[in-house]
Structure formats: C-alpha cells, structure tokens
T-cell receptor, first 119, second 115 residues
Framework: AQKITQTQPGMFVQEKEAVTLDCTYDTSDQSYGLFWYKQPSSGEMIFLIYQGSYDEQNATEGRYSLNFQKARKSANLVISASQLGDSAMYFC????????????????FGQGTILTVHP | DTEVTQTPKHLVMGMTNKKSLKCEQHMGHRAMYWYKQKAKKPPELMFV???????INESVPSRFSPECPNSSLLNLHLHALQPEDSALYLC??????????????FGPGTRLTVT
C-alpha cells in the first residue's frame, strides 16, 4: 500500500486564484511529520511547509497553508493567489517516527502533482 | 540561510570514468542525504549520514560510494556507471535524522548523463 497518495497528476489554475493539491497518507505511527515541496523545472526541491501530527493548528507559510485532517489522514496544500512562478511539480512527503530502524531518517514521497498556472 | 550547494550542476561521463559529486551545507545540520530522481518521478533515497556516519544504505549498487569527510561536506563517488544511472542527483540536509520533525533542505541537484 502506498504511504503517500497524490491523486492529481496535473492541475490547472488561473493566475490570482486559489488551488488545492490533494495528499492522503497512511501510517500507524502516532508521531509523524508531513511536508510539502515544490520542484520547478530547474530541479531544486524547495521546502514549503510542515505539519506535525500533534499540531492542532493548520500550518501556514505566506500564501501556503496546509489543510490537515488527521482523522481522514489528509494533508492538502492550499496555494492562495496563484502566481505564474507557482507552476511546478509539488510533492507531499511524510516522515514517521517509528518507521523502523532500517528507515531511520527516511522521507517518503508521493508521486507528485504538476501545477500549471495560466495567465 | 537554508542553502545546500552541489557541484557540478551537470556531468556527462562514460561508463569507464570515475567522477565525484560534491554537496556542502553550512547550516550546522547533522544529517545529510543523497537522493536519485528520474524525470517526473519522486526522489528515491540512496544514503543517509547522521553525525558523519552512514546510517542508511538503501541497497545501492557499489558503483556508488558515499563519503562524509566532515559535518558540512558530503561526496558521492561514481565508478563504472550504467546508462540507466542517468538521473538528477539531489543532496539534502536536516538538523537531525531521527524523528519526524526535521525538514530536509535540498540542493539544486547534479544532472548526470552516463554515455
């Protein structure tokens, strides 16, 4: 079973509109972290936002917010006021505290969503 | 400053060559990582170093040899690679390797082509 599922291979949004990128996860750990990364065509993976499993408030960072619904095991990324520079691949990722000794430090990624912002 | 640097940006090498990729961070992070990424796919973890010691090797072929000379520097030595090893190689670092709370910061990557 996939630990991180991103069901939207591609998404389109008009400039200045908001967009939600979906992410669901699967873990039996109580303690875990959820991350979103942006990867433009240049290749660099840019850290956007983090949500801890014990955090009661949804994380926000500028135009990025994370809609964390723990019971549904979802951690959707919301980008408000989209800009042309937001066009990129977006990855959702998870780190589990008790992933096992052989997975110490491991970040598990979803398959990614390609976001295209239209002018 | 959340900068991880990688050199070179691009590398073309033959299957008999030996080359090295270099990664550097000055954030005081104690964990460093190598990932391999194919086009339009998520990164795949190769190695994890924690406090300059190799803590994870994800069954990577021995033609890839990591080295962590100090807490700021991570190298990946390449020898006798195959064309299927062509990929983007990403380095990352984080404050620690254990636990779920440390975000990883990535470098810009090295695009490797094996001919």
């Amino acid at each position: 079973a996939q630990k991180i599922t991103q069901t939207q291979p591609g998404m389109f949004v008009q400039e200045k509109e908001a967009v939600t990128l979906d992410c669901t996860y699967d873990t039996s750990d109580q303690s875990y972290g959820l991350f979103w990364y942006k990867q433009p065509s240049s290749g660099e993976m840019i850290f956007l936002i983090y949500q801890g499993s014990y955090d009661e408030q949804n994380a926000t960072e500028g135009r990025y917010s994370l809609n964390f619904q723990k019971a549904r095991k979802s951690a959707n990324l919301v980008i408000s006021a989209s800009q042309l520079g937001d066009s990129a691949m977006y990855f959702c990722a998870m780190r589990e505290e008790n992933a096992g000794g052989t997975s110490y430090g491991k970040l598990t990624f979803g398959q990614g969503t390609i976001l295209t912002v239209h002018p | 400053d959340t900068e991880v640097t990688q050199t070179p940006k691009h590398l073309v090498m033959g299957m008999t060559n030996k080359k090295s990729l270099k990664c550097e961070q000055h954030m005081g992070h104690r964990a460093m990582y190598w990932y391999k990424q194919k086009a339009k796919k998520p990164p795949e973890l190769m190695f994890v170093y924690s406090y300059e010691k190799l803590s994870i090797n994800e069954s990577v072929p021995s033609r890839f040899s990591p080295e962590c000379p100090n807490s700021s520097l991570l190298n990946l030595h390449l020898h006798a690679l195959q064309p299927e090893d062509s990929a983007l190689y990403l380095c990352a670092s984080s404050r620690g390797a254990g636990g779920p709370f440390f975000e990883q910061y990535f470098g810009p990557g090295t695009r490797l082509t094996v001919t």
